[in-house]
Structure formats: structure tokens, C-alpha cells
């Protein structure tokens, strides 16, 4: 089995993808801590705590 090396510039999509998932998850977080329903906002106000780095 033999792996392919990546196309030039695709190292910096994979390199860029963790911080990109961090954002579109704390994105979703906020927009949930918003919405109407009390239980998306609970998941919001959950997801949150998760992403966010804790206060010293």
C-alpha cells in the first residue's frame, strides 16, 4: 500500500482544518445560546463551555 503525498498547498487546508472545525463549532454554540428553544440553548451554553479554554 503506498500513500500519495499531498498536491502543492494542500498541507495548509489540512493544517487550517482543526481551527476551522473550532470555528464553525463556536459559531454554532453562540447562535444556538440565541435561539428561542430552551433546549438549544442549553446545548449552546453546553458546546461552549467545551470550546472555550478555561478562566485562571
Same mark, same amino acid.
Given at each position: 500500500? &503506498?500513500?500519495?503525498?499531498?498536491?502543492? =498547498?494542500?498541507? @495548509?487546508?489540512?493544517?487550517?482544518?482543526?481551527?476551522?472545525?473550532?470555528? *464553525? #463549532?463556536? &459559531?454554532?454554540?453562540?447562535?444556538?445560546? =440565541?435561539?428561542? @428553544?430552551?433546549?438549544?440553548?442549553?446545548?449552546?451554553?453546553?458546546?461552549? *463551555? #467545551?470550546? &472555550?479554554?478555561?478562566?485562571?
Amino acid at each position: 500500500m &503506498t500513500r500519495e503525498a499531498p498536491v502543492s =498547498g494542500q498541507w @495548509s487546508v489540512l493544517c487550517a482544518t482543526p481551527t476551522r472545525r473550532h470555528t *464553525e #463549532l463556536f &459559531t454554532t454554540a453562540i447562535c444556538q445560546l =440565541g435561539d428561542d @428553544s430552551a433546549a438549544l440553548r442549553l446545548a449552546g451554553e453546553h458546546q461552549y *463551555e #467545551l470550546l &472555550t479554554p478555561p478562566m485562571a
